[in-house]
């Protein structure tokens, strides 16, 4: 069945580089092969932080709604990133643990040089995420990181399911973000 299996596919290539520090800040979720998590989330939203003193390297808050945009019960998915290879400052290979003992991989298959949107793959290629700094994401953006990941990292892209970002002032205030990351012009009345 196309991608259910990683062992007929080679593995995947992640970006040459990714400044961890660049990479730190607010993501908005485009787009996922979802896990049972993600089935029906909107408003998808993960936050990266470094952390220094402590077991792991990067704290991950993943808050969505359930359902609907703000309408349905928001919850949060607090993670931990554990960043692989020897230079912690430029990896794409890390590993998240959304609880003990689990660490899952989470490869950076593509970030642009501005670090204004990112695809995370998986190696089984059962999960991909993209994601952009903002709510939304150009058509033009969104068909070139889909064709990436056909034909440049072999995906089946069956499953895959753009996620509802829908956002008021309310929402945006009750989420803690800020209007350089969802501008006023992105709101719904």
């Given at each position: 069945?196309?991608?259910?299996?990683?062992?007929?596919?080679?593995?995947?290539?992640?970006?040459?580089?990714?400044?961890?520090?660049?990479?730190?800040?607010?993501?908005?979720?485009?787009?996922?092969?979802?896990?049972?998590?993600?089935?029906?989330?909107?408003?998808a939203?993960?936050?990266?932080?470094?952390?220094?003193?402590?077991?792991?390297?990067?704290?991950?808050?993943?808050?969505?709604?359930?359902?609907?945009?703000?309408?349905?019960?928001?919850?949060?998915?607090?993670?931990?990133?554990?960043?692989?290879?020897?230079?912690?400052?430029?990896?794409?290979?890390w590993?998240?643990?959304?609880f003990?003992?689990?660490?899952?991989?989470?490869?950076?298959?593509?970030?642009d040089?501005?670090?204004?949107?990112?695809?995370?793959?998986?190696?089984?290629?059962?999960?991909?995420?993209?994601?952009?700094?903002?709510?939304?994401?150009?058509?033009?953006?969104?068909?070139?990181?889909?064709?990436?990941?056909?034909?440049?990292?072999?995906?089946?892209?069956?499953?895959?399911?753009?996620?509802?970002?829908?956002?008021?002032?309310?929402?945006?205030?009750?989420?803690g973000?800020?209007?350089?990351?969802?501008?006023?012009?992105?709101?719904?009345?």
């Open positions: 069945m196309g991608n259910s299996s990683s062992s007929s596919l080679p593995a995947l290539q992640t970006a040459a580089s990714c400044e961890t520090a660049k990479f730190m800040g607010t993501w908005f979720v485009i787009a996922v092969k979802p896990t049972i998590f993600e089935k029906t989330s909107s408003n939203v993960e936050k990266y932080s470094l952390k220094k003193g402590e077991s792991f390297d990067i704290d991950i808050d993943f808050q969505f709604n359930t359902k609907e945009p703000i309408s349905s019960k928001t919850k949060s998915l607090p993670q931990k990133g554990y960043i692989e290879g020897e230079n912690k400052a430029d990896s794409s290979q590993k998240v643990s959304p003990w003992p689990i660490k899952a991989p989470y490869l950076i298959l593509e970030v040089e501005e670090y204004a949107h990112a695809v995370i793959g998986y190696p089984s290629r059962n999960y991909c995420w993209i994601m952009s700094r903002k709510p939304v994401m150009a058509e033009a953006t969104y068909a070139k990181l889909t064709k990436q990941l056909v034909e440049k990292h072999q995906y089946n892209l069956d499953g895959l399911r753009k996620v509802p970002q829908v956002w008021t002032n309310e929402e945006r205030e009750k989420r973000l800020t209007q350089e990351e969802i501008p006023d012009a992105l709101l719904q009345d």
